[in-house]
């Protein structure tokens, strides 16, 4: 009886004493599937816009002179048949225009007297044939000046195309000789995007990737394709150059000089992807947290591609596991949690 008087308070007590033990800790989390995603592995970019090498075109002139106006400036665009600039012929080419007009007249009196004498047996089959020789000379000097535009005091070089002006060479009271260039002309509508590629990414690229241009700048995306991949070193900008090929109206509305980014994809790989976010790293390597009967439980994995906020991982992990993506820092192997509601889309 006294033993039961002793503990009948104790008895009592019990439920209290159990309300008022702590709960086991908890943390809240957010929860996201494992799942199969299709990823690509990129590489991004940087270059400029420059007119296509293949498409350039030297304006030159075939006499001597000196450029007396300009009628374009550097990076101008042109239409065809629009003025380039004004050459004044050299006065040693008109000199040489005039005495070769000169010769002509004469090798035509020439040829007429000898056939006279011919006529009158006076003058020989060879001798003939040598003032016939002569005209011809004289007359294809002549062409030749003509040719050269030597028969005019001043030129005006045109544009034979729509163009842009990549390159002066020239100014005003300069004097030139025949086949000097004076500037160049880029052809519109075909441009090139040159990036640099460093040297160990260099093998990872291969002509006909895709890839996605974006003025740094600002302006919309555009899809194309890598056109080539060279296998020397730049030595401008110590990286490869792999060049990317615009035609028509996208490369219409490019301007030469302007940097772009690119993004290569360089192959598609379809793996177990989870939330950036969930992927945790520490001394013993990348991890993430997976939800087991109202427990966290540490799994090891290797990351591998990232795209869109999602990475590829491998390890001890299913499709449809459920990953913590938020409250993941406050865990460790084993803890309880509490999975919040998923937020309203």
């Known amino acids: 009886m006294k033993w039961f008087v002793l503990f009948l308070p104790m008895l009592l007590l019990a439920p209290r004493l159990a309300q008022a033990a702590p709960a086991a800790p908890s943390v809240l989390v957010q929860t996201v599937p494992a799942t199969l995603r299709d990823l690509d592995e990129r590489l991004t970019v940087y270059g400029k816009v420059e007119p296509d090498p293949e498409r350039l075109r030297a304006v030159t002139t075939l ?92 030129q005006v070089l045109r544009a034979s195309a729509a163009a842009v002006v990549t390159q002066l060479d020239v100014a005003p009271g300069a004097l030139v000789q025949p086949g000097q260039p004076l500037l160049l002309l880029g052809a519109q509508g075909h441009v090139w995007v040159r990036f640099g590629v460093e040297p160990e990414d260099a093998a990872r690229v291969a002509p006909g990737m895709p890839v996605t241009l974006t003025p740094v700048f600002g302006g919309a995306p555009l899809d194309a394709r890598v056109a080539q991949v060279h296998a020397v070193i730049n030595p401008t900008t110590h990286l490869l150059d792999a060049v990317v090929r615009l035609d028509g109206a996208r490369a219409a509305a490019q301007i030469p000089g302007a940097w772009m980014r690119g993004v290569i994809r360089l192959r598609a790989t379809r793996a177990l992807a989870v939330p950036r976010s969930a992927v945790l790293d520490d001394a013993r390597g990348h991890y993430v947290f997976v939800i087991e009967r109202g427990h966290a439980r540490r799994v090891a994995v290797n990351a591998g591609l990232e795209q869109g906020g999602w990475i590829a991982v491998q390890g001890a992990l299913v499709p449809g596991a459920q990953v913590v993506s938020a409250g993941n820092y406050e865990l460790h192997d084993g803890m309880a949690v509490r999975i919040a509601a998923a937020p309203a889309r």
């Open 63 to 154: 006499s001597s002179g000196e450029v007396r106006k300009l009628y374009v400036g550097l990076g101008q665009r042109v239409t065809p048949g629009q003025p380039l600039l004004e050459l004044a012929t050299a006065p040693q080419a008109r000199m040489a225009w005039t005495q070769a007009q000169g010769r002509v007249a004469s090798a035509r009196i020439q040829l007429q007297q000898t056939q006279n004498l011919f006529g009158e047996q006076l003058a020989t089959r060879a001798d003939l044939a040598s003032a016939r020789q002569a005209l011809g000379s004289a007359e294809a000097a002549l062409a030749a000046l003509h040719a050269q535009g030597a028969q005019h005091a001043t």
